[in-house]
């Protein structure tokens, strides 16, 4: 099946310090690739919808100059929380979906990554 | 706008049993998809089974299958002969291209399996 490969897994940072996390489709084109947050014991948040060569779309109440998306390529998006606070620290999940049906409409996701900022 | 809701926070099985995890959705669409995914404690989101509501068909993947009644916009899933590795959160999701492509999650169930 399609796999989606997000790096890191866990990276710690430091206050007012900023990080990327990547997130690959590794089998297939993806045209489209979505970003989570995701607090404990609750359900995935939609961050931003990022589209190959465009701009990412974000969800309200989402900071687009805080969390940076770009999709450069049909099998890259990326995150980059800028001027990381200890409230950023979360879970963070990416997932693609692809060309048509290639992925058969299924939407495949990254592993996940925890980001901890101290 | 579409939303998704799942009513049981928290279930609980008996290892070999069957249960059974609600999940409801409003929607004015005709054509769309529904998803039932899996994330264990490694977080890891798992594809468990999937329903094109164009199919009347129920759709069914090994111990899992769903009840999917369209006009009731009702979607549960039942597991038969749970099992341990069955243990996890279990999410409900509504996707349609009329939606950006998007998925819509329900809250989540945890579903604990005793043995």
């Known amino acids: 099946g399609a796999v989606v490969s997000q790096h890191p897994s866990r990276v710690i940072c430091k206050s007012g310090t900023s990080v990327k996390i990547e997130c690959r489709s590794l089998?297939?084109?993806?045209?489209?690739m979505f970003w989570y947050r995701q607090f404990p014991k609750q359900s995935l948040m939609l961050m931003a919808t990022?589209?190959?060569?465009?701009?990412?779309?974000?969800e309200q109440g989402v900071e687009k100059d805080k969390f940076l998306i770009n999709h450069a390529s049909l099998t890259l998006s990326t995150l980059t929380v800028t001027s990381a606070h200890p409230e950023d620290s979360s879970f963070y999940i990416c997932?693609?979906?692809?060309?048509?049906?290639?992925?058969?409409?299924?939407?495949?996701f990254g592993e996940g990554s925890w980001l901890t900022v101290v | 706008a579409q939303t998704v809701t799942q009513s049981q926070p928290e279930m609980s099985v008996q290892e070999a049993e069957t249960v059974t995890l609600s999940c409801t959705y409003d929607t004015s669409e005709n054509n769309y998809y529904l998803f039932w995914y899996k994330q264990p404690p490694s977080r890891q989101m798992i594809l468990v089974i999937r329903q094109e509501a164009y199919k009347q068909q129920n759709a069914t993947e090994n111990r899992f299958s769903v009840n999917f009644q369209k006009a009731a916009k009702s979607f549960s899933l039942k597991i038969s002969d749970s099992q341990l590795g069955d243990t996890a959160m279990y999410f409900c999701a509504f996707f349609s291209y009329n939606q950006g492509g998007k998925l819509i999650f329900g809250q989540g169930t945890e579903l604990s399996v005793k043995p």
């Open positions: 997932s693609a979906r692809g060309l048509a049906d290639t992925a058969g409409n299924t939407i495949y």
């Open positions: 089998d297939f084109q993806a045209t489209t």
């Open positions: 990022s589209n190959e060569g465009s701009k990412a779309t974000y």
